[in-house]
């Protein structure tokens, strides 16, 4: 290679010839750029001369002979625009990854520091009989009363709706007519659902009513509609993953958390909203807006439970996450939600982006009924061997005066005072850790082990069609020359992360930002469990002269150490016990500038 070409592109091309990835043809190959065209003759020029050669003619022909080193990979499916942007991206983004990571964990050679995450587990019986884990005491709610209004009834919790079932003041029936009614009524507007399973949640709904009919009472979600996002399969139902391509595609499974739902008497209303291969709020269907912002899109690919659970289009509803996308959807529409501990919920029939990330979650009404809908999808699934019984503490019998909890410099201080005056010793924190490469290892670790479970589609060309290119189909074909070595290298950075985090997780818990991109990508990696708590509404940039009831929302992260989901529940409970924050409904029939506000009084604080 001549001395002409900057390091870091020879640097590349040795990626080409050592990753070892698996993939097929096409007809505008990288196999054909000796037959290459002018247009492609210019395109390698120009590229040679914004990467600073001074012989342009020498670079082009090298950066040539160096893409057709693709053939050897079985890589020559790629074009040679994609070739170039592949080169582009491996120089920009995976190198200074790489260089980082291997600073961090490969400075020393043989022995056992720093191990990897990635763990073989040889133990054959992986069907034994699982540890009892015990339910959690739920609160028993007096006095509800049914409302004379649906509106009333749509913005009711779990609990609450829960009772109005179990005293007969309301059946399943009733309340599948009146989420199924909202469903239809604003998805127009939010474009939030992708199906509505409606023959299937009149059936579970009377077979809910007539199980009560016979003094049979499976708990609190019995005869409750919810929603699940659409990368959960559910039979004779479609499961679009959100994306163009598999819009039609349906996979006759059950997916688990579907199962542990239906078992505690819940009922399916609605396939909701995600983001296109679960990619933020875009999707074959146009994009999910914000109820508390028209204008607004939802973020995140849990863009339709999100936005569903905010405008009281469902009770609640099952989101995912892999980096981000309960968090911020949960904050940008204003819900209380959950990301639990990592391998808390089973995965079998979830669509999958990367294994060693992806979690499933509930978007409620409050951090009550995150803990009901936690209690029930919770749990060891036997063909998700990242999936275990954790022995949760009960989130409603916390004594939350015995613990202490940090707050961060961009912690909501309205919380930090709230729980203070509920006897909470509340101190000032900082995470410390010296791993500087959170974010790098972040998107390796999601990239490759989604380019694992999606390499047909990218061989084949169905990312061409994917709704926003500079999505997956770039991230993905970045993903190609990763080696194998700087997958491992990233993993082991991972651990020397949980380690650090660990030793510096010296409280009980903490609050935080919960959308902070850095904290975002270190509780994924680590495993933390987050719930994300309205802590309060401001408004909208440049409102109308004449006012407008649009509202941009505020929150903050509660956080936990692994498998204490329960410590982050109980403070959220106790803070929602004495705010309102979580009770306010979004203008969703008013959609117009001049509206104005209608808010949940504030209640006087009993600290």
Request: aromatic fraction near 8%.
């Amino acid at each position: 290679m001549s001395s002409d070409l900057p390091l870091t592109w020879t640097r590349f091309f040795v990626f080409v010839f050592f990753s070892s990835l698996s993939v097929g043809s096409s007809s505008a190959s990288v196999s054909q750029l000796h037959h290459s065209n002018n247009n492609t003759h210019r395109l390698l020029v120009s590229t040679c001369t914004k990467m600073g050669s001074k012989n342009t003619t020498e670079c082009s022909e090298k950066l040539m002979e160096a893409v057709r080193t693709f053939k050897l990979l079985d890589s020559n499916f790629f074009n040679e625009r994609k070739v170039l942007e592949i080169t582009k991206g491996a120089t920009e983004f995976n190198i200074p990854i790489i260089k980082a990571n291997r600073k961090q964990v490969a400075s020393k050679n043989g022995g056992l520091h720093n191990p990897t995450v990635l763990i073989f587990d040889s133990d054959w019986d992986r069907e034994q009989a699982q540890g009892m884990i015990k339910t959690f005491n739920y609160p028993s709610l007096s006095n509800v009363k049914k409302p004379k209004n649906e509106e009333d009834i749509a913005f009711m919790s779990v609990l609450e709706l829960g009772t109005l079932i179990k005293t007969k003041q309301i059946t399943s029936q009733e309340l599948t007519r009146i989420f199924l009614r909202r469903l239809k009524r604003y998805n127009p507007v939010l474009k939030a659902v992708v199906t509505y399973t409606e023959e299937l949640a009149y059936k579970q709904a009377k077979e809910a009513d007539e199980l009560l009919a016979q003094g049979k009472y499976l708990g609190p979600l019995h005869g409750i509609p919810y929603g699940l996002k659409d990368i959960v399969d559910v039979p004779k139902y479609k499961t679009t993953w959100g994306s163009t391509t598999f819009k039609n595609q349906v996979l006759n499974i059950e997916a688990w958390v579907y199962k542990r739902l239906k078992s505690a008497g819940a009922v399916l209303v609605a396939k909701l909203v995600t983001g296109s291969l679960a990619y933020d709020d875009i999707w074959f269907g146009g994009r999910t807006r914000n109820p508390w912002n028209i204008e607004e899109f939802s973020t995140g690919s849990s863009a339709g439970p999100a936005a569903c659970t905010s405008a009281g289009m469902v009770p609640f509803a099952i989101g995912s996450e892999s980096a981000g996308s309960i968090t911020y959807p949960a904050s940008r529409c204003g819900v209380t939600a959950l990301r639990p501990t990592f391998g808390t919920v089973g995965r079998t029939g979830v669509m999958s982006i990367a294994e060693s990330l992806d979690k499933l979650g509930p978007f409620c009404r409050s951090a009550a009924d995150c803990a009901i809908v936690l209690d029930a999808i919770r749990g060891k699934d036997p063909d998700d061997l990242s999936s275990k019984d954790i022995p949760f503490g009960d989130p409603f019998s916390v004594d939350i005066t015995k613990l202490t909890v940090g707050y961060l410099e961009d912690a909501e201080m309205e919380v930090v005072k709230v729980l203070a005056a509920k006897g909470v010793n509340m101190v000032p924190f900082k995470l410390n850790y010296t791993v500087d490469s959170v974010q790098g290892i972040l998107n390796f670790t999601m990239d490759i082990e989604m380019l694992a479970h999606f390499d047909e589609w990218q061989r084949s060309g169905q990312d061409d069609v994917y709704e926003a290119q500079e999505q997956w189909p770039l991230e993905l074909s970045r993903s190609r020359v990763i080696p194998a070595v700087d997958y491992v290298q990233a993993q082991r950075a991972r651990g020397k992360l949980i380690r650090e985090v660990k030793e510096s997780f010296t409280v009980d818990a903490f609050i935080g930002n919960a959308t902070d991109w850095e904290k975002v990508c270190l509780g994924n990696l680590v495993g933390l469990p987050v719930i994300v708590v309205p802590t309060g509404l401001k408004s909208i940039s440049n409102p109308p002269s004449s006012g407008t009831r649009r509202r941009t929302t505020i929150n903050t992260g509660i956080y936990a150490p692994p498998n204490h989901d329960h410590i982050a529940l109980a403070l959220s409970i106790a803070y929602q016990s004495v705010t309102v924050h979580h009770k306010q409904r979004p203008p969703i029939d008013d959609l117009g500038p001049t509206d104005t506000p209608v808010l949940i009084p504030p209640r006087r604080l009993h600290l």
